[in-house]
């Protein structure tokens, strides 16, 4: 039996939100990801945490054969109702109902800070990759995590705010243009990140910290800190 996921009480939310052209961040890094970040040959592709699928909808866009994979029925349904984009499979990251050696990408976007369990998610993207093949990661920063901008300004300070080294839980309620959710998960460092890829026997081979890319305004202090971390890994 999976246990529903974190995303499982924000789902219909996360619809909503998600779906609202060019609402939030995905739509000014994403290019960064798909442009700097996916190897340019790739093939069967899972994508660990896909939500409402909209990366996998993107990936498929771009020739990726996908098999999506969330903890969260309704988002599930919503990503299969969204249009063919590949298959879409109830399972917990951390134990994956495939064959190893099965897939040539892996991608966890923006789910390896919400998953119940990161390095037994890495380590399972680790057993599902082809040998060479690649684990494609989007984090929010550990910077971002540890801080906030002191107002609301294109040029307030940044403050950290917690103990860096420190994980800690993550319940972060926000609303814009009359949409709302919470945003669940975990804070990890970066040795954290690097630690559980390479004792999952994978390489980092590119990292990225990407500015918006043709943002509004209120993206404008984002290019002074990074809000995401993106990297590509092989397995060996």
Partial sequence: MIVPGEWEPE??????????????AYWYYRDAFFDLILPVRRGRCIEIGCGEGRVARDLSARGDRVTG???????????????AAGAYV???????????????????????QVVADMPGTVAEAARVLVPGGHFCVVVSHPLADVGHFADDS?????VIRDDYFASRRVDDTVERDGLTITFRGW?????????????????ID???EPRPDGAPGRYDRWNRVPMFLMIRTTKG
């Avoid at 939310?13 to 060019?22: E, K, L």
Wanted: glycine share 8%; charged share 15%; net charge neutral.
């Fill in 11 to 24: 789902a219909e939310n996360w619809v909503r939100w998600a779906r609202a052209p060019f609402h939030d």
């Fill in 69 to 83: 994979v969330d903890t969260s029925m309704t988002l599930l349904r919503s990503a299969r109702q969204a249009g």
């Fill in 90 to 112: 109830l399972a917990d990251s951390a134990a994956l109902p495939f064959s190893g050696s099965r897939f040539d990408l892996a991608v966890a976007y923006n789910s390896l």
């Fill in 154 to 158: 294109a040029t307030a300070g940044y």
């Fill in 187 to 203: 804070t990890y460092t970066l040795q954290d990140y690097a630690g559980a890829l390479g004792q999952a026997g994978l390489t």
């Fill in 206 to 208: 590119a990292m990225r």
